[in-house]
């Protein structure tokens, strides 16, 4: 007869938080306030119990070891604390306002390839849903707008991995038109574990890379007509927030759109943008 039981490490020690709260913050930018204590030694637990660790005192030697496993623990930790919440047409107003306002004044200007940047892609739903938009669009606006590139980052090195092979649960898409689905998901044939996959066209105009908000520079990029950075500054501190949006901005063309989530503001900042609609700015 088997036992089964929990795997329930020590609790994390004040110490032992702040000084992970204290990391998270310097070299993430997303705050750690006590209040997140339980969520953080929950999704800690999982790297304990594959590391055969049985208290954080020993994972936090191993983290800051300033070895090569401490680094890679590092980027795990990081993985493993982050927030990752998401789906297809999530805040759909601002699908909406690109296929209204932004990209027919694009076509206006005669703009053959339209440049857009996901910012803190988590696992791939927000740019796939703007490649979607971009092919609806030019479907039913023919020579208005020829091509597009996508350009997708998140700090998860996980959930990269997982946007990158475009493999969802099928509940992910019960929401979605039929048309949608049909023209632009391949369906499973696993009925025990249905999910769908992006089509081809559709996942071949994103590309994915690693980013860090907390960089002092982002990399190198064509600039964008227009920038997706929703809910992904709610966790940062109010100057981290003008830092990381002055830095989007960098990369934005003048008079190229920034979206934010519903709960996002600018207000107090003192940027070069000016409001258009909730939470949707233009670069003066």
């Known amino acids: 007869m088997c ?47 594959s590391l055969k660790m049985d208290n954080f005192d020993d994972y936090l030697k191993l983290a800051f070891s300033n070895t090569p496993e401490g680094n890679e623990e590092i980027a795990l930790m990081i993985n493993a604390v982050t927030t990752n919440l998401t789906n297809f047409f999530r805040e759909n107003a601002h699908f909406e306002y690109l296929t209204n306002v932004v990209l027919p004044e694009l076509a206006k200007k005669n703009e053959k390839k339209i440049e857009l940047w996901s910012a803190g892609c988590s696992s791939g739903q927000e740019p796939y ?54 023209r632009y998901f ?53 100057a981290t927030q003008k830092s990381v ?13 920034l979206f934010l989530g519903h709960s996002e503001t600018i207000f107090g900042m003192e940027l070069p943008l000016k409001t258009v609609g909730p939470t949707i700015f233009k670069k003066e």
């Open 3 to 49: 036992e089964i039981g929990f795997f329930a490490p020590e609790a994390l020690t004040d110490s032992q938080f702040h000084k992970l709260s204290s990391f998270i913050h310097t070299n993430v930018g997303i705050k750690m306030p006590d209040e997140k204590r339980l969520m953080v030694q929950s999704r800690l637990t999982s790297r304990l119990k």
């Open 245 to 257: 949006i002055r830095k989007l901005l960098q990369h934005l063309v003048p008079g190229g759109y």
């Open 129 to 182: 849903t703007l490649s979607i938009v971009m092919q609806e669009f030019m479907r039913k606006n023919p020579g208005k707008i020829e091509d597009y590139s996508i350009l997708a980052t998140d700090i998860s090195s996980k959930v990269l991995d997982k946007a990158v092979d475009a493999v969802y649960p099928m509940s992910e898409v019960e929401s979605l038109s039929y048309d949608l689905k049909k």
């Open 186 to 238: 391949l369906k499973s044939k696993d009925l025990k574990n249905p999910c769908v996959r992006l089509k081809p066209q559709i996942r071949e105009k994103v590309v994915f890379e690693r980013l860090n908000f907390m960089d002092s520079v982002y990399p190198k990029t064509t600039q964008k007509n227009a920038i997706f950075c929703r809910n992904v500054l709610i966790y940062f501190d109010k």
